[in-house]
């Protein structure tokens, strides 16, 4: 039984966002300890290694590896087995004894990054962002090219520039187009913008040439992590004809330090707004292929939007299918992101691009301040809930960041 049929007997956390129908993993150090595996409930960590230890459980040695790779290696049957084990030790009072000395507060522990990246692709699967930004760059023109309705479009970023939530983002360099017929200028983006995203974590890898149908997501996807894809618009913009982005969005992209189980999703699932027309037979996938899951974006402390993943057209299924559909193969730590979570209406645009209308129409803050784009300072976090097994709203684990300035030339 992997999904939870009862709260946790841990203080403070049943009904809560952290419930037992949640449980997600991370890596975790305390002191001088070497990092290892844990699972949080409520506001504790739960120390893995040792209760697996005791209880001689089956593949419990990956809780004591320094990385969730040997766990999402695993696959769907072992995933779904020591995720039962879980559930049974978090919400049978009788375990209470046994697991309580390995209950560690959240705030007692460093987080490091849940794996090493080997892949990262991002994807531009939301309908309303793609038509903003045509609409955006290209007023008057079609806003979606002729490709976008019938496939997932996305371009390969660099896995090596995932960062750790909490991690400081430089403002990145690199050139810029001039006004009018100058020459373009290299210097620090004065357009930097972030980009409220969803993440997918590769676990079971393929053979080269092997595609992955889109009912295979369950099979290969270990789980879920809000993502960040910071972007410098304005060496995007310069540098995307006519191959699309590269150092505009390949100086850091922060990642939440907790991994959502695919599985805990499950009360999640909703059908897709609809795509016409019907995808080809290699992308066709039954529903319901969708996620309700709401991001919120905080800049200092302050609401700038609240976005529907549910709205997104093309699904994790089938971002997944098209990735390996021309042969490419995956390794366990690929990570595939959906591109900006944007809804239909102007207060749920997952980019300061749409909230601003390219930077023309400032946002104002509660402080007053205005932002057409993100000032050195400027603090951005990610949040995000979604309907769990137990009746409530499980939490995804946030995203954070800060930007840094430049620093001097060495």
Same mark, same amino acid.
């Given at each position: 039984?992997?999904?939870?049929?009862?709260?946790?007997?841990?203080?403070?956390?049943?009904?809560?966002?952290?419930?037992?129908?949640?449980?997600?993993?991370?890596?975790?150090?305390?002191?001088?300890?070497?990092?290892?595996?844990?699972?949080?409930?409520?506001?504790?960590?739960?120390?893995?290694?040792?209760?697996?230890?005791?209880?001689?459980?089956?593949?419990?040695?990956?809780?004591?590896?320094?990385?969730?790779? #040997?766990?999402?290696?695993?696959?769907?049957?072992?995933?779904?087995?020591?995720?039962?084990?879980?559930?049974?030790?978090?919400?049978?009072?009788?375990?209470?004894?046994?697991?309580?000395?390995?209950?560690?507060?959240?705030?007692?522990?460093?987080?490091?990054?849940?794996?090493?990246?080997?892949?990262?692709?991002?994807?531009?699967?939301?309908?309303?962002?793609?038509?903003?930004?045509?609409?955006?760059?290209?007023?008057?023109?079609?806003?979606?090219?002729?490709?976008?309705?019938?496939?997932?479009?996305?371009?390969?970023?660099?896995?090596?520039?995932?960062?750790?939530?909490?991690?400081?983002?430089?403002?990145?360099?690199?050139?810029?187009?001039?006004?009018?017929?100058?020459?373009?200028?290299?210097?620090?983006?004065?357009?930097?913008?972030?980009?409220?995203?969803?993440?997918?974590?590769?676990?079971?890898?393929?053979?080269?040439?092997? #595609?992955?149908?889109?009912?295979?997501?369950?099979?290969?996807?270990?789980?879920?992590?809000?993502?960040?894809?910071?972007?410098?618009?304005?060496?995007?913009?310069?540098?995307?004809?006519?191959?699309?982005?590269?150092?505009?969005?390949?100086?850091?992209?922060?990642?939440?330090?907790?991994?959502?189980?695919?599985?805990?999703?499950?009360?999640?699932?909703?059908?897709?707004?609809?795509?016409?027309?019907?995808?080809?037979?290699?992308?066709?996938?039954?529903?319901?292929?969708?996620?309700?899951?709401?991001?919120?974006?905080?800049?200092?402390?302050?609401?700038?939007?609240?976005? #529907?993943?549910?709205?997104?057209?093309?699904?994790?299924?089938?971002?997944?299918?098209?990735?390996?559909?021309?042969?490419?193969?995956?390794?366990?730590?690929?990570?595939?992101?959906?591109?900006?979570?944007?809804?239909?209406?102007?207060?749920?645009?997952?980019?300061?691009?749409?909230?601003?209308?390219?930077?023309?129409?400032?946002?104002?803050?509660?402080?007053?301040?205005?932002?057409?784009?993100?000032?050195?300072?400027?603090?951005?976090?990610?949040?995000?809930?979604?309907?769990?097994?137990?009746?409530?709203?499980?939490?995804?684990?946030?995203?954070?960041?800060?930007?840094? #300035?430049?620093?001097?030339?060495?």
């Amino acid at each position: 039984m992997a999904d939870p049929q009862r709260p946790t007997w841990v203080d403070g956390a049943a009904g809560g966002p952290y419930d037992a129908d949640n449980l997600p993993y991370a890596v975790f150090s305390r002191g001088d300890d070497p990092p290892r595996v844990g699972v949080r409930v409520g506001d504790q960590v739960v120390d893995l290694a040792p209760l697996a230890a005791a209880d001689m459980l089956e593949h419990g040695e990956v809780f004591g590896a320094p990385t969730l790779a #040997p766990l999402m290696t695993l696959g769907r049957e072992a995933w779904s087995s020591l995720r039962g084990w879980l559930v049974e030790l978090l919400t049978d009072p009788d375990d209470r004894p046994a697991v309580e000395p390995w209950l560690l507060p959240l705030d007692d522990v460093r987080l490091s990054l849940p794996f090493e990246v080997a892949d990262y692709v991002d994807f531009y699967c939301s309908l309303h962002h793609a038509s903003r930004v045509g609409e955006i760059f290209r007023p008057g023109s079609d806003p979606l090219p002729p490709s976008w309705r019938q496939l997932p479009t996305g371009y390969h970023g660099r896995a090596g520039t995932l960062v750790v939530s909490g991690t400081r983002v430089e403002r990145p360099r690199g050139l810029r187009a001039a006004d009018g017929d100058g020459h373009p200028e290299y210097g620090p983006t004065r357009r930097l913008d972030l980009e409220a995203e969803l993440a997918f974590a590769v676990g079971v890898p393929t053979h080269p040439g092997q #595609p992955v149908p889109p009912s295979g997501l369950a099979d290969h996807v270990f789980g879920v992590l809000l993502l960040n894809d910071w972007s410098a618009r304005d060496i995007q913009a310069y540098e995307s004809v006519p191959l699309g982005p590269f150092l505009g969005k390949a100086f850091a992209t922060s990642v939440s330090a907790w991994v959502t189980p695919l599985a805990a999703l499950s009360a999640a699932r909703v059908p897709l707004p609809g795509q016409q027309p019907p995808p080809a037979p290699h992308l066709a996938v039954d529903d319901p292929a969708g996620l309700d899951v709401d991001i919120e974006i905080g800049c200092n402390g302050a609401v700038l939007a609240r976005v #529907p993943y549910a709205a997104m057209y093309w699904s994790p299924a089938q971002m997944l299918a098209h990735l390996t559909s021309g042969g490419a193969r995956l390794r366990t730590g690929d990570l595939f992101a959906s591109g900006t979570v944007s809804g239909p209406e102007p207060e749920r645009r997952g980019c300061l691009l749409e909230l601003t209308w390219g930077g023309r129409q400032p946002v104002t803050l509660p402080d007053g301040s205005r932002r057409s784009w993100l000032d050195d300072g400027d603090e951005i976090v990610l949040t995000a809930t979604a309907p769990g097994a137990l009746g409530g709203r499980i939490a995804l684990g946030e995203v954070r960041g800060r930007i840094d #300035p430049v620093r001097a030339a060495q």
